[in-house]
Each structure stands twice: as structure tokens, then as C-alpha cells.
């Protein structure tokens, strides 16, 4: 080797050296979203890579189906319902198109919470977006030799251009509207219409700069919003704002250990669950579908777009951890959302159009109760009065929106909602396609007559309380002691013969069931576990019968289970991990004296069900209602009963996670030595104090300090076990 050679050798291994000492820019919370995790489904519905500051007004997620679809069908503006309601569409061409939405391929699509970038044209053209809370922008740079086309279009609206500035409205139902107003930063050579609801605009440019405010108020209010926000072309400013914003709301939870994969599913998580509700507030301003008006927010935000069936369980109990003052906003906007209709009903499913008032029961009931109970503040007596209202006017029927019917006034005197033989006619002509599901009304009403009880002894109204306490129970009247399930009785209080818990019913088993079957049913007490655990035999038969369900195959061909219950996916056994009432299945082992097996279990679920890959969400994900199971249960713990101040403790993934919590204490998870072998929970401290508990209060979680655990191969059987 001549001195040259030498010389460079040395030279580069100098550099390598250097570039290995060099510290690597430590990636932030934000960094480990993946909005891709779920975006192709198992069956139903895949999990929307949405781009929306958290909770905000604004979002909107690419027109197109999921992951696979090979074309995008235009760009949207908005976006009022987080399963679809997308209003205004923007289509990129290189001349005025025969169609008012065009669909192209796309490639090098790439998709953070605060920015997306697509090519498209082949990609000779590149479009970029940044959204605030009521504004955004779009970038859009061509290489092709054509002049541009904007094609702005409404799909049940009108769309005006006078040049730079393009308004538009459309309806989005019940009497709303969504209003937009645009500008463009280049003047246009050319304005063409279509009707009343398409606008083409042409531009010699090779550059556009748009950007745009959107309200549910007014085409003026939409311009003052965006005129509050954005105040110029700038998309790279929009883009780190909103990038920091999404960033400090991420941080909220700060974790050491675990895997790469991991962070990436708990940040995911979090992001999705800080999505809904969203704020629609405007300048102090709202317009509520509820009345058609629009009202002063009073210094309290308005709050849409909400699921409580799927909700109530995970999500709204982690935003009082977190940020319990939005969760008083929360609450707050669906009691005036009652009042404003003047029946006083409290919604299930709130949307910006009105209440959706699909699934069954009134779980937003127990949600008011949970923030109530952990200290919140928001106004008992309207909640106990809408609560009340609610169970005492409103049908149980599922899917339905009507006042109390005869099978109503059955449930209220009898403790059952009755069921009828499949292929027997329906009686009931309020009932829909939906089916009567019997048994999760009578079940979900139990528990939400359970915490009407608490509603009621918290604001002095004892007759109630005890009343609403013995409804409460009604569980037990469909409970088989021959099976140690819950089984379906016809109106004369006869089980429903020759019954298949697993595979009963047509479409989803909703005659007696819904969704899921039998065995996710036999557990929807969570109001009261102990009492099952009795109804069942006892804390040893209790967790037989939770081990024989894991434990249990699916009986018949995936193709015959999965064509009647497409929403019982991620199965472990007859257990599934892809819908809202089996969340809480895994913690049951903590109340009958086994919580290694619930060390196990979420163990097991997290690593099976929840990855980061494109099927890594087993089934519909709602908009946080399944994703806050993942994030309560990656830091160790989760609310079994949201109304009561406890949560079970589980089998964290990451050896230290500390939460800053809402009153701004800082509440740290140390499991030691956790990875993926060690899960079993060896001893526990909590603040330096023996802790022997399978459970741990609001209370001292909200005082803040240190759950110490100890974690390890083999499981312990005896923590926690008293």
C-alpha cells in the first residue's frame, strides 16, 4: 500500500470514528406515530391515517379507501364525521375535466398528524397539506408542461370564485351546513363553472400556494378563522407548529425501555385517541344541530363528533387523566346538547349533525357519573336530570331515537328486555334491522341503572338511588345457572331453546346478542364483578370459565364464523380482541384472585393483536374507543369500571413510564426488568409502602409518585391475590 493510500485509509477511518461519536438526533414523541398501523382491515373498517391538530375542527384523511386503494379520489377540504361525512373536494389537473372529482394514482405518499405529501400526475406534480384547527394549506408544484387546473367541488352545495377567493357550502345534514373560504395566492387565468357546485380555475404557474378556513357557522366566519390562523403561504410554518403542538400533547406520556415497535404502538395509540371529540367552537361561537342555532360558548369550547358505546369504556376515562378540563368541556356540551333539543336526553353518539344514536344502551350516563366521582367539575344536578330523563323517556330499543314503547314499558316492570325466536315475526315496529338485542340491553342497562343509582345518591334523590340500585340487578334475570351464561328469555320468561352461544342468531347474532357472541357477553357486568364471580361459583369456576373461552376454537370454518360476526375478529379462542365489550375481559382475573393470568392475558392480546404493521388494529378502531385500551394498558393499568375510582393493574411494556398528569403531578410506572419474557409482576411498592393489590385508586394516581413493580419470567401467584 503506497503513502496515498495509506493516507485516505487513515482519513476515512477518522471520519467514521467522528460520525460515530456523533449523538443522533433523539426522535420526540411524535416521531413514533405510525398512521398507517390498521389501514388495512381485518374485515370491516380500516383505521383512518387522519391529519388534524388533537380534537381540533379540521382534519381530513386522503380520499380514498385504505392502504391498497390504487387511486385517490380528489382532496378534501373537511371532514365532519370521523367515519367519512368528507365535504369539498379538490382535484389537481393539468385541464378542465368532463367530472367534478377526478381520481389519479398516487405514489411517495407519506402521512404525519400535521402534514401530508402525495405525488400524483405520474409524479411530475406534488401536493402538500398542513392543517390548523379551523384552517389549512395546500402546496401544489408541477413539473408538467400544461397549465394547472383547480377543480373546487360540492357534492350537495354551491361554489363561487370572483378570482383569488373561492366560497362554497354544503349540506351535511339536519339543516347543517359546513361553509368554506379560499385564496389563492396566484391569480387564476381562467374561472370556469359547472352548475352551481363546481368551480374550474386555471393557472399558468407551475407554484400554488392555498389556503383556506372552513365553519359550520358562516362563509364570513370561515374567513375570519382562517384569517386568525394562517397568515400567510407559508406551509412549512404550519407544518412545525403543528408538528410541536401534536408533539407537547404526545409528551404527556414520556416511557424508557420497551422496543422500537412498541413506542410506535403506544404513540399511535395516543395519537388516535386524542383525535375525537373535536372542538367546534369558533370565535366564542357555535352552531348546534340540536336546535338549528347558533349559540355563545360561554368560555366552555363545544364538543362533537363522539361515541359513547365505544367511548365510555377507555377513552373518556384517559382524557380525565389527562386533561380533565377538556373532558368537563366534553361533558358540558352533550348536557346542552339535551337541552337545546328540550327533551333533555343525553346523547349516545353526538355528532355535529345531531345524535347518531346508533349501537344500544345510554353509556354517556356512566361517563358523567366516572368524571363526578374522580372530582371534575360539571353541573351534577343537569347531569343527574338528564340522566334521569334519558332512562325514564327514551326507547332502550337499539338504533332508535323514539320515546318508550310497550317492549320499554316490558324491561321497566319485568328486569328483561324480551326476545322472540329467530324467524318469528317482529311485533315491535320500532324495532330495525338492528334486532332487539336482548341480552346487551338488559346487561348495558343494568349497569347504566347502576350508575343513575350513584347520580341520584350524589344529588340527594335517595327513592331514586335505591330504585335505580335494584334495577342494577337485572343482569341476574337472564343468567342460566344451567350454563353460566346469559341467555335470551321470550316474554313469558322462558330461555330461548336449543340455543348455540356461539353461533346463534342471523347477522351478528343481534336478535339476542350484538357484534360479538355469548362468550364476550357472559362477561358485560363490570358494574358489578363480585356479584358474577358469585353467580358463577366462585373465584375458581369463575376463572375456569374465563380460561375455557380463550381456551375454546371457533367451532366451524373461518369463512361460516366470520360471514354472521365480521366484528368478533382478533380471536383468541372464542375472546375477541376487535370489539369495545371485551376490553375489560383480560382484567377480570385481578377480582378472582389469579392477576398473574391477567399479567398474561394483556401480555398476550398487546403482542398478538396491536403491532406496527398495516394489520396491526384487530378491528374497527372508532376513533380512539380501541385505541385507549392500548394506551392504559402498555403503562400497566386500566379502568374495568369507568364510574368507579379504581383501575386494574395489568403487565406494563416499558420498564419506567411516567404520565404529567392534568393537574400537572407527575404519576411514574417503574416495572423492572419488563420485556417481553418478563411479565409476570414479582413484588410491588407503591411510594416506597408494600403493595399487594391488583388495583390502584384515581386518588392516589392523581396525588402523583411511584408504582414500583418488580417483573420477571415465571409468574407470582400469590400477589395480589387477596
Same mark, same amino acid.
Given at each position: 500500500m503506497?503513502h496515498n493510500?495509506?493516507?485516505?485509509t487513515?482519513?476515512?477511518?477518522i471520519? #467514521?470514528l467522528?460520525?460515530?461519536?456523533?449523538?443522533v438526533?433523539? +426522535?420526540?414523541?411524535?416521531d413514533?406515530?405510525?398512521?398507517?398501523?390498521?389501514?388495512i382491515?381485518h374485515l #370491516?373498517?380500516?383505521?383512518?391515517?387522519?391529519?388534524?391538530l =388533537?380534537? &381540533?375542527?379540521?382534519?381530513?384523511?386522503?380520499?380514498?379507501?385504505d392502504?391498497?386503494?390504487?387511486?385517490?379520489? %380528489?382532496?378534501?377540504?373537511?371532514q365532519?364525521?370521523?367515519?367519512?361525512?368528507?365535504?369539498?373536494t379538490?382535484?389537481?389537473? $393539468?385541464?378542465?375535466?368532463s367530472?367534478?372529482?377526478?381520481?389519479?394514482?398516487?405514489?411517495?405518499? +407519506?402521512v404525519?398528524?400535521?402534514?401530508?405529501?402525495?405525488?400524483?400526475d405520474?409524479s411530475l *406534480?406534488?401536493?402538500?397539506?398542513?392543517?390548523?384547527?379551523?384552517?389549512?394549506?395546500?402546496?401544489?408544484t408541477?413539473?408538467a @408542461?400544461?397549465?394547472?387546473?383547480?377543480?373546487?367541488?360540492?357534492?350537495?352545495?354551491?361554489?363561487n &370564485?370572483?378570482?383569488n377567493?373561492?366560497t362554497?357550502?354544503?349540506n351535511?345534514?339536519?339543516?347543517g351546513?359546513?361553509?368554506?373560504y379560499? @385564496?389563492?395566492?396566484?391569480?387564476p387565468?381562467?374561472?370556469?363553472k359547472n352548475?352551481?357546485?363546481?368551480v374550474?380555475l386555471?393557472?399558468?404557474?407551475?407554484?400554488?400556494?392555498?389556503?383556506?378556513?372552513?365553519?359550520?357557522?358562516?362563509?364570513?366566519?370561515?374567513?375570519?378563522?382562517?384569517?386568525? !390562523?394562517?397568515?400567510?403561504?407559508d406551509? +412549512?410554518?404550519?407544518?412545525?407548529?403543528?408538528?410541536?403542538?401534536?408533539?407537547?400533547?404526545? &409528551?404527556?406520556?414520556?416511557?424508557q425501555?420497551? *422496543?422500537?415497535?412498541?413506542?410506535?404502538?403506544l404513540?399511535t &395509540?395516543f395519537? $388516535?385517541t386524542? !383525535?375525537?371529540?373535536?372542538?367546534?367552537?369558533?370565535?366564542?361561537?357555535?352552531?348546534?344541530?340540536?336546535?338549528?342555532?347558533?349559540?355563545?360558548?360561554?368560555?366552555?369550547?363545544?364538543?362533537?363528533?363522539d361515541?359513547?358505546?365505544?367511548?365510555?369504556?377507555?377513552?373518556?376515562p #384517559?382524557?380525565?387523566?389527562?386533561?380533565? =378540563?377538556?373532558?368537563?368541556?366534553i361533558?358540558?356540551?352533550?348536557?346542552?346538547?339535551?337541552?337545546?333539543?328540550g327533551?333533555?336526553?343525553f =346523547?349516545?353518539?353526538?355528532?355535529?349533525?345531531?345524535?347518531e344514536?346508533?349501537?344500544?344502551?345510554?353509556?354517556?350516563?356512566i361517563?358523567?357519573?366516572?368524571?363526578?366521582?374522580k372530582?371534575l367539575?360539571?353541573?351534577?344536578?343537569?347531569?343527574?336530570?338528564?340522566?334521569?330523563?334519558?332512562?325514564?323517556?327514551?326507547?332502550?330499543?337499539?338504533?332508535t331515537?323514539?320515546r318508550?314503547?310497550?317492549?320499554?314499558?316490558f324491561y321497566?316492570?319485568?328486569?328483561?328486555?324480551?326476545?322472540?325466536p329467530?324467524?318469528?315475526?317482529?311485533?315491535?315496529?320500532?324495532?330495525?334491522?338492528?334486532k332487539?338485542q336482548t341480552?346487551?340491553?338488559?346487561?348495558?342497562?343494568?349497569?347504566d341503572?347502576?350508575a343513575?343509582?350513584?347520580?341520584?345518591? /350524589?344529588?340527594?334523590?335517595?327513592?331514586?338511588?335505591?330504585?335505580?340500585r335494584?334495577?342494577?340487578?337485572?343482569?341476574?334475570?337472564?343468567?342460566?345457572? @344451567?350454563?353460566?351464561?346469559?341467555?335470551?328469555?321470550d316474554?313469558?320468561?322462558?330461555?330461548?331453546?336449543?340455543?348455540?352461544?356461539?353461533?346463534?342468531g342471523?347477522?351478528?347474532?343481534?336478535?339476542?346478542?350484538d357484534?360479538?357472541? %355469548?362468550?364476550i357477553y357472559?362477561?358485560?357486568?363490570q $358494574?358489578?364483578?363480585?356479584?358474577?364471580?358469585n353467580?358463577?361459583?366462585?373465584?375458581e369456576?369463575?376463572?375456569?370459565a374465563?380460561?375455557?373461552?380463550?381456551?375454546?376454537?371457533?367451532g366451524?370454518?373461518?369463512?361460516?364464523?366470520?360471514?354472521?360476526?365480521?366484528?368478533?375478529?382478533?380471536n383468541? %379462542?372464542?375472546?375477541?380482541?376487535?370489539?369495545?365489550?371485551?376490553f375489560?375481559?383480560p382484567?377480570l382475573?385481578?377480582?378472582?384472585?389469579a392477576p398473574w393470568?391477567?399479567?398474561?392475558?394483556?401480555?398476550?392480546?398487546?403482542?398478538?393483536?396491536?403491532?406496527?404493521?398495516?394489520?396491526?388494529?384487530p378491528?374497527?378502531?372508532?376513533?380512539?374507543?380501541?385505541?385507549?385500551?392500548v394506551?392504559?394498558? /402498555? #403503562?400497566?393499568?386500566?379502568p374495568?369500571?369507568?364510574?368507579? =375510582?379504581?383501575?386494574?393493574?395489568?403487565?406494563?411494556?416499558?420498564t419506567r413510564? !411516567?404520565?404529567?398528569?392534568?393537574?400537572g403531578?407527575?404519576?411514574?410506572?417503574?416495572a423492572?426488568? /419488563?420485556s417481553?419474557?418478563? +411479565?409476570?409482576?414479582?413484588?410491588?411498592?407503591?411510594?416506597g409502602?408494600?403493595?399487594n393489590?391488583?388495583?390502584?385508586? $384515581?386518588?392516589?394516581?392523581?396525588k402523583? %409518585?411511584?408504582?414500583?413493580?418488580?417483573m420477571?419470567p415465571?409468574p407470582?401467584?400469590?400477589?395480589?391475590?387477596?
Amino acid at each position: 500500500m503506497n503513502h496515498n493510500m495509506k493516507k485516505s485509509t487513515l482519513m476515512l477511518a477518522i471520519m #467514521l470514528l467522528v460520525a460515530a461519536c456523533r449523538p443522533v438526533a433523539e +426522535k420526540e414523541a411524535v416521531d413514533y406515530v405510525n398512521p398507517f398501523i390498521g389501514n388495512i382491515s381485518h374485515l #370491516l373498517v380500516p383505521t383512518y391515517p387522519t391529519i388534524q391538530l =388533537p380534537h &381540533s375542527m379540521l382534519r381530513v384523511t386522503a380520499n380514498k379507501g385504505d392502504y391498497t386503494s390504487e387511486l385517490l379520489e %380528489g382532496f378534501p377540504l373537511m371532514q365532519p364525521s370521523h367515519r367519512g361525512g368528507k365535504v369539498f373536494t379538490l382535484s389537481v389537473t $393539468h385541464e378542465i375535466p368532463s367530472v367534478p372529482v377526478v381520481s389519479t394514482t398516487y405514489d411517495h405518499e +407519506k402521512v404525519t398528524p400535521y402534514s401530508y405529501d402525495v405525488d400524483i400526475d405520474n409524479s411530475l *406534480t406534488h401536493i402538500s397539506f398542513a392543517p390548523s384547527h379551523q384552517s389549512a394549506i395546500y402546496q401544489i408544484t408541477t413539473m408538467a @408542461e400544461n397549465p394547472l387546473v383547480l377543480t373546487i367541488h360540492a357534492n350537495d352545495g354551491e361554489v363561487n &370564485s370572483d378570482g383569488n377567493s373561492i366560497t362554497g357550502w354544503e349540506n351535511i345534514g339536519n339543516s347543517g351546513k359546513a361553509y368554506f373560504y379560499m @385564496e389563492v395566492e396566484q391569480k387564476p387565468q381562467d374561472i370556469a363553472k359547472n352548475g352551481q357546485n363546481t368551480v374550474f380555475l386555471t393557472f399558468e404557474e407551475k407554484d400554488l400556494s392555498i389556503r383556506y378556513g372552513i365553519s359550520y357557522i358562516s362563509t364570513e366566519q370561515a374567513q375570519k378563522n382562517l384569517r386568525r !390562523e394562517i397568515a400567510d403561504y407559508d406551509i +412549512k410554518a404550519v407544518t412545525t407548529t403543528g408538528r410541536k403542538i401534536w408533539n407537547e400533547a404526545l &409528551s404527556r406520556i414520556q416511557v424508557q425501555g420497551g *422496543t422500537e415497535d412498541e413506542r410506535t404502538v403506544l404513540y399511535t &395509540s395516543f395519537y $388516535h385517541t386524542l !383525535e375525537r371529540p373535536m372542538c367546534i367552537s369558533e370565535d366564542g361561537y357555535y352552531w348546534s344541530a340540536y336546535d338549528g342555532q347558533v349559540h355563545k360558548d360561554e368560555g366552555k369550547p363545544y364538543f362533537a363528533d363522539d361515541w359513547f358505546w365505544d367511548t365510555f369504556r377507555a377513552a373518556h376515562p #384517559l382524557r380525565i387523566l389527562f386533561d380533565s =378540563p377538556m373532558e368537563e368541556n366534553i361533558l358540558t356540551s352533550y348536557l346542552r346538547a339535551g337541552q337545546q333539543k328540550g327533551n333533555n336526553w343525553f =346523547p349516545t353518539f353526538p355528532g355535529v349533525t345531531g345524535d347518531e344514536n346508533p349501537m344500544n344502551c345510554n353509556h354517556g350516563i356512566i361517563s358523567l357519573l366516572d368524571a363526578l366521582t374522580k372530582g371534575l367539575d360539571i353541573d351534577k344536578d343537569q347531569a343527574y336530570l338528564s340522566a334521569l330523563t334519558t332512562l325514564q323517556e327514551k326507547s332502550l330499543i337499539p338504533w332508535t331515537k323514539t320515546r318508550q314503547t310497550r317492549i320499554d314499558s316490558f324491561y321497566w316492570e319485568k328486569g328483561f328486555f324480551p326476545a322472540i325466536p329467530v324467524g318469528e315475526k317482529e311485533d315491535i315496529p320500532e324495532v330495525t334491522w338492528e334486532k332487539r338485542q336482548t341480552v346487551p340491553v338488559t346487561l348495558g342497562t343494568s349497569y347504566d341503572c347502576w350508575a343513575m343509582s350513584k347520580l341520584a345518591e /350524589a344529588t340527594g334523590h335517595t327513592d331514586e338511588a335505591e330504585q335505580y340500585r335494584l334495577w342494577s340487578f337485572n343482569f341476574r334475570n337472564l343468567f342460566n345457572k @344451567e350454563t353460566g351464561f346469559f341467555h335470551p328469555k321470550d316474554a313469558q320468561g322462558e330461555f330461548i331453546p336449543n340455543l348455540d352461544y356461539t353461533f346463534c342468531g342471523t347477522e351478528g347474532g343481534r336478535e339476542y346478542y350484538d357484534e360479538n357472541n %355469548g362468550w364476550i357477553y357472559r362477561w358485560e357486568v363490570q $358494574h358489578n364483578v363480585p356479584d358474577l364471580i358469585n353467580l358463577m361459583g366462585g373465584n375458581e369456576q369463575f376463572c375456569k370459565a374465563l380460561d375455557q373461552m380463550y381456551a375454546t376454537p371457533l367451532g366451524r370454518s373461518k369463512f361460516d364464523f366470520y360471514a354472521k360476526y365480521p366484528d368478533h375478529t382478533g380471536n383468541v %379462542g372464542q375472546f375477541s380482541m376487535a370489539n369495545e365489550p371485551a376490553f375489560h375481559i383480560p382484567y377480570l382475573y385481578n377480582y378472582a384472585g389469579a392477576p398473574w393470568k391477567t399479567q398474561k392475558r394483556i401480555r398476550q392480546m398487546l403482542d398478538t393483536w396491536y403491532r406496527n404493521d398495516l394489520m396491526g388494529i384487530p378491528g374497527d378502531e372508532d376513533g380512539g374507543g380501541m385505541t385507549a385500551f392500548v394506551v392504559f394498558s /402498555a #403503562l400497566g393499568f386500566y379502568p374495568v369500571t369507568p364510574g368507579e =375510582p379504581i383501575y386494574s393493574i395489568g403487565s406494563p411494556l416499558f420498564t419506567r413510564s !411516567e404520565m404529567r398528569l392534568t393537574n400537572g403531578k407527575v404519576f411514574t410506572v417503574v416495572a423492572e426488568g /419488563a420485556s417481553h419474557d418478563n +411479565k409476570y409482576i414479582q413484588s410491588a411498592t407503591l411510594n416506597g409502602e408494600p403493595w399487594n393489590e391488583p388495583w390502584i385508586t $384515581h386518588e392516589a394516581i392523581m396525588k402523583g %409518585g411511584t408504582l414500583q413493580l418488580v417483573m420477571g419470567p415465571k409468574p407470582n401467584m400469590t400477589w395480589g391475590t387477596k
